[in-house]
Each structure stands twice: as C-alpha cells, then as structure tokens.
C-alpha cells in the first residue's frame, strides 16, 4: 500500500499557546512510500491539520462574520435593493457562486479535510502505530475529530457535498463525489464513536481545549446527531423544502447520549462568571476545566480577527489610534431588538449586547444604527500589557470557542425532551439540572430562586414549554457565536423567527414615520429617546471594558422603556429613526436586509406572504463556481443559484 505524507517546506513550531507562531510557507507535497518514522513527524504533521483552521477565510473570519445569516440575534443592515455584484450578500440570504470569499472558505475546508486524510492514513500505516499507545490513538483521534469539524460545517452551509476519507492522490478522479448529508454525517459520527475511547480529557493535554480532547470528540458526536436529527433544507422544487428523517429520534438518543458522557466526565464545569469566559479569551487565557470545550487556537499579531470585528468600533486617524488598543471596525453585529428579549436583571446581556462605541479621540458615541454591537471578545477587555499597539487591527491571535459546556448542557436538555416527550422521564431530573446550571449563572444568586429554580420548573411543564425554554435560553446564552440561525434550522423554525424579525423592524420604523400599522400596540412603550451622560471610567474590568481613565463611559438613564427626561446632565439619543421622508416608506436598511427570503418596497413580497404557510428560507449556500468548473459540471447548485 502506498504511503503519503505532508512534506512543510519548514519546520512548524508545536502549539503551546496562542502566543506561538505556526507558520506554512507552501502547500503541502506527497511523496509515494513514505511512512511516519518517528512520532516526531507524526506530531508535525498533525500541527499542519491545525494549521487549515487558523484562517481568516474559515474559524479567523469569515465563519462568524460573512457567514452569520441575519436572524433575530446576529443581523447585518443591507441597502441595497437589487444583489450586490460581488455576490457576497449571505447573511441576506442573497449570495452568489461567484463570490470570493465562498471559494476561500470552500477551499481551506478541503485544505484541512484533505491535510486530516493524509495524517489518518500515514499513522494507521506507519509501523510506529500501536493502538495501545495512548498518545498516537490520541493523535489519530484529533485528526478523525478535526475532519468530522471540517465536515459538518460544511454539511451545514451547504448540504450535499463530495466526500471523500482518503487521500486525494489514491483516488482515481480528482473529482470527489458528492455524497447525501445524512450518509456523511453517519459516517463521522460512527468514526468518532470509534475514536473517543482513545482519547484523553482536555486537562492531561498539554495544550489543553486548544486541542481535540475527548470531550470535544464527545461533544461533536453530540452536534452531528442532533444535525442528523434535525430539519434540513433539500432540493425538491425552486427553492428547497424542509423535512427531517423518519428515524430522526435515533440521533437525539445518540445526543442524549454522548452530551452525557461530557457531563458524567465531571471534566468541565461553569464556574467562571459569563463575562469572565469571554474576558479571559480576550487575554489569552486558556482554561481547561470551565465553560471552553474547544477553542481554535490563533496567534498573536498573525491570525483571527475575533475581538477586532467584535466589540464596539473605536475609531483610528490613519490607522492609528491613541491608546494601545488600536482601532476596532465592530462590524460583527446584533439584532436591534436583541437586548429586549433579556430578563432585566439577566447579567449576560451587558456583556454580549455593546450600545456605544469610540471615536477617534476616545470620547463614547452612543450607537444609534439598525445594529447592536456585539460585546464579546472587545479589544478593550484586554490587559494593557496584552495590547498589540496603536496601529494594530485585526490579527488579534484571540481564540474562538468553536464549543462551550454551557452549548452541551442545554444540547442534553434538548435531546432528553426530544427522546422522553418532556422530562418527567427517567433523565428528566438530569436535563432540568442541566438547563438551571446554564440559567443560574445568568442571575445573581439573590434571584435564583425566582429566575432559575421556579422558571424551570414551570418550564418544565410539558415537552412544548420545556422546549421553548431551551429555544430562549440558547439565544440568550450563545449570542453573538453564529449558533443561532443553525439552531433555527434544525428546529425548523428559521423562516419564522426571519418573517416576525422582518415585521418587527418594519413596524417600528412604520412607527417612526408616523404609520401605525398592525401590531404596533407591542412597542409603543419601546424608548425611541434614550436618554444618557458620559461619566468617568470605574476602572472595574468586570463592570466595563477597559480600566484607562482617558476612557469614559456611558451612562443610561433607562434603556428599556419610554421614559420623560429626567432633566439636566442627560442627553439624548434618537433611535429607531428608520423611516424615509422623502418616499414615505420605511428605509432601504429595512426592507432589503432579509431581501432573499422577504423583502418590501417596490417588487416586495412581505405583504403577500401568509405567516401560516411560510416558504423556506434559502440559507443553503451556492457551491462556488471553480468547484463547479473544475468538477466537469458533476457539481451542482440547487434552491435558484444559477
């Protein structure tokens, strides 16, 4: 049997930490007949499958920002009427094959599947292999659980896709066959089935939930079944229709399952507070026993824009700023009506919903726009002695938590309802604790007996109410991590929540201009005045998001609700001045955002639309056109890409 190997054109560092600097100068060479050697190669090599996630295109970028479709969490305002040239609309459900940055993300996805299959195939075939060493059966595994991440991400965004387990050079076409979602999924769920028992817990790696444990081999079993299990959007007429498999139940049982064994390891608990997870990213502290089950690893100065598109903006002159922390863009954005959803007193909303943001002279600008910011991972969370500079920008080196416990805890909730039609069953008690664990660390301990144990257990009520439970609780908890619209999809619920996000913008802004149409009675008590000062700085990180004293921050006198000025120090911000004077409809920001699947103004189909029988929405993504080319037109795209 032949042997193939990735030969690097230099030597690559091992990850230690997000400071260290992993470097491929060229894309990876094969040779026939060559085997790993020593585990010295072996590890090398590994460290290049690592290497394809730490790109802007993919985990750095583009997978939580051109990617994160518009729903009623993560939203991006769009203007236009008609598709932009470039194709890049996504998050509008309004994209095009020939956009760059879904070839980029196409091809590094391949980069690292294709990088995983060489590494597979060179261990299990090299002599060096045995199945009772556990530090080789623990690489093998990471390489199995990296793919199957490569894999499912793409499942997600684009459906069927070529599959392929092998390396490419012993197959006999380049083109790889595209294979049915379901058989894919079941393929790696199996495989990493296989693989867990030879994996260790995130604490006895050296490089701890910076690398595949078995927790997060565990963990993605988990998100695979419930994927499985859930609604999907498949090719049958223009656009697609929604269904999920007759033997759907199956994978919630494997969820139940294998979110369980997280659970039963003990290896991972929520003792840090919400802020202090994202806080400690930012400052590129590694935990491996909290809340982070995985995090992708980036480095410093070099990879990863997380912290530099999300947060509130801070303005630049030239690109250069006053302060250490350099500029911000911020452009990684929410809901505008996110933040209502909260309970008042759930302390998870400050730290994911930003509603200011610095200008060039660091003075504190209240956001009036058709967005929020979205608050984790800010720049300015990070310690002075952590800062990249005056001129820096992105290239932050902050990981990304591609997996939490606090996902896997409510994944478990979910699948026990599912599996034992509510949680009165024999693991109803154990899905309950798991919910309340999430809850309780959103609340004080003073309002837990109100806002943790009495809402759970009228949660708990009935299968329907214990899942719309778990439907609230994971936007709340998951905010701003491009989980949601993948949530809604599964549950079937997309088309929906994107039909009243789209009503619910466009009354307000019908409001603004003076037209009450239906349903406006719900926010006639929204604070179109926000009223606020700009106060000294605390200096208390865990309060606000930066301890310098040239910082000021915002102060607001009620952001809830309507209020009459509370007279003199207070200014005031407009908001929801969304209407047009000029052609007497709400803005082009309003009607256009979600222009694939709804959309009003002239040719718009909002008002036609019946809430009761909605079509899906298109958030497939087009298989991008070199692809399609280069496959002698065995690829192609369905749902109305053309």
């Not at 060489?118 to 390489?143: H, R, Y």
């Not at 499985?228 to 229709?241: D, F, I, K, Q, W």
């Not at 806002?451 to 719309?468: I, P, R």
């Amino acid at each position: 049997m032949r042997k193939y190997l990735i030969i690097l054109s230099l030597a690559l560092i091992p990850l230690v930490s997000c400071d260290d600097y992993l470097e491929v100068s060229s894309d990876s060479k094969y040779e026939d007949d060559y085997v790993f050697g020593n585990k010295e190669e072996i590890n090398r090599v590994l460290t290049a499958v690592y290497a394809s996630l730490m790109s802007n295109d993919t985990y750095g970028n583009a997978y939580f920002s051109t990617f994160a479709l518009n729903n009623d969490v993560e939203f991006t305002a769009f203007s236009n009427q008609l598709r932009n040239v470039s194709g890049e609309d996504f998050r509008a459900f309004d994209g095009a094959q020939h956009a760059a940055s879904i070839q980029r993300f196409w091809d590094k996805q391949y980069e690292g599947i294709e990088r995983a299959n060489i590494f597979i195939e060179g261990i299990q075939s090299s002599p060096v292999f045995n199945k009772n060493d556990i530090e080789l059966t623990q690489q093998l595994g990471e390489a199995k659980v990296l793919r199957a991440m490569f894999y499912h991400d793409l499942v997600v965004m684009f459906g069927d896709v070529p599959f392929n387990t092998e390396p490419s050079m012993k197959l006999q076409s380049f083109v790889i066959p595209v294979k049915d979602r379901n058989e894919i999924l079941d393929f790696l769920i199996s495989d990493l089935r296989g693989a867990a028992s030879g994996m260790k817990y995130a604490a006895a790696l050296n490089n701890g939930v910076e690398r595949a444990s078995r927790e997060f081999c565990y963990g993605m079993i988990a998100r695979m079944a419930l994927t499985r299990g859930g609604y999907a959007l498949y090719p049958e007429g223009a656009t697609g229709v929604m269904k999920r498999m007759p033997d759907y139940k199956d994978y919630y049982k494997i969820a139940m399952q294998y979110a369980d064994s997280v659970i039963s390891s003990g290896t991972h608990q929520l003792n840090k507070s919400y802020r202090r997870v994202f806080i400690d990213q930012t400052n590129n502290v590694v935990t491996n026993n909290d809340d982070p089950i995985f995090e992708v690893p980036f480095l410093r100065g070099s990879s990863s824009n997380v912290g530099f598109i999300t947060g509130g903006a801070v303005s630049s002159v030239e690109g250069v700023t006053n302060h250490p922390w350099g500029a911000v863009s911020g452009g990684m954005r929410l809901n505008a009506f996110y933040h209502y959803s909260f309970d008042r007193k759930d302390i998870r909303k400050d730290y994911t919903v930003g509603m200011w943001n610095y200008d060039a002279t660091n003075l504190p600008q209240v956001l009036v726009d058709y967005s929020m910011y979205n608050n984790k991972w800010s720049k300015l969370w990070a310690d002075p002695a952590k800062v990249l500079g005056n001129q820096s920008a992105g290239s932050t080196g902050i990981n990304f938590p591609y997996m939490r416990y606090a996902d896997i805890l409510l994944m478990y909730a979910e699948a026990v309802n599912e599996v034992e039609n509510g949680v009165t069953g024999p693991n109803g008690a154990k899905a309950t604790e798991a919910f309340k664990a999430v809850r309780k660390r959103a609340f004080e301990p003073a309002d837990h007996a109100e806002k943790v144990d009495n809402y759970t257990s009228a949660a708990a009520a009935s299968k329907e109410t214990f899942f719309n439970a778990i439907v609230n609780e994971r936007k709340w908890e998951l905010g701003g991590e491009n989980i949601r619209w993948k949530d809604l999809v599964r549950w079937n619920l997309y088309s929906k929540v994107v039909y009243n996000s789209f009503k619910e913008y466009f009354i307000v802004a019908s409001m603004a201009g003076g037209d009450f149409i239906d349903g406006y009675e719900k926010y006639e008590k929204l604070p179109f005045n926000k009223f606020y000062k700009r106060i000294d700085n605390p200096k208390n990180i865990d309060i606000y998001p930066n301890t310098d004293s040239r910082f000021k921050i915002i102060e607001f006198y009620n952001p809830w609700e309507a209020t009459l000025h509370p007279g003199a120090g207070w200014e005031m911000a407009t908001f929801y001045n969304w209407y047009d004077e000029n052609t007497s409809v709400p803005r082009a920001q309003i009607l256009y955002s979600y222009r694939g699947f709804i959309k009003g103004g002239p040719g718009g189909n909002w008002e036609v639309m019946d809430p009761n029988n909605l079509p899906p929405v298109r958030y497939i993504l087009p298989i991008p056109n070199q692809a399609i080319q280069m496959s002698n037109g065995a690829y192609k795209n369905y749902y109305g890409y053309n």
